[in-house]
Nanobody
């Protein structure tokens, strides 16, 4: 049974920072990609940041244009954990953030979601 446990959300003022964590467990397969998505009220879920590869090979990262330069995705392969460091937060970053993990060959899992609210 694969589990994704998210933590680190909450309420922060504009310009502040938060770090989200997502620990994956329960699979015998190798991780392909780890990513963060978000969904704001009335909007579709969107990709925020994704990281893939790594190990002996240089991994790749991708970001939504709206968060480039402010958010950083990273991972600890030994812990099967992905992080999202969010700096210079804006009210429009307010959303439920979801962790997503894809395993080889082709399975896909979601976390339960964690609320991030940016407000003064």
């Amino acid at each position: 049974q694969v589990q994704l446990v998210e933590s680190g959300g909450g309420l922060v003022q504009p310009g502040g920072s938060l770090r989200l964590s997502c620990a994956a467990s329960g699979s015998i397969y190798r991780i392909n990609t780890m990513a963060w998505y978000r969904q704001a009220p009335g909007k579709q879920r969107e990709l925020v940041a994704q990281t893939s590869g790594g190990g002996f090979f240089r991994g790749t990262t991708d970001y939504a244009d709206s968060v480039k330069g402010r958010f950083t995705i990273s991972k600890d392969n030994a812990k099967n954990t992905v992080y999202l460091q969010m700096n210079a937060l804006k009210p429009e970053d307010t959303a439920v953030y979801y962790c997503n993990v894809k395993y080889f060959p082709d399975s896909n899992y979601w976390g339960q979601g964690i609320q991030v609210t940016v407000s003064s």
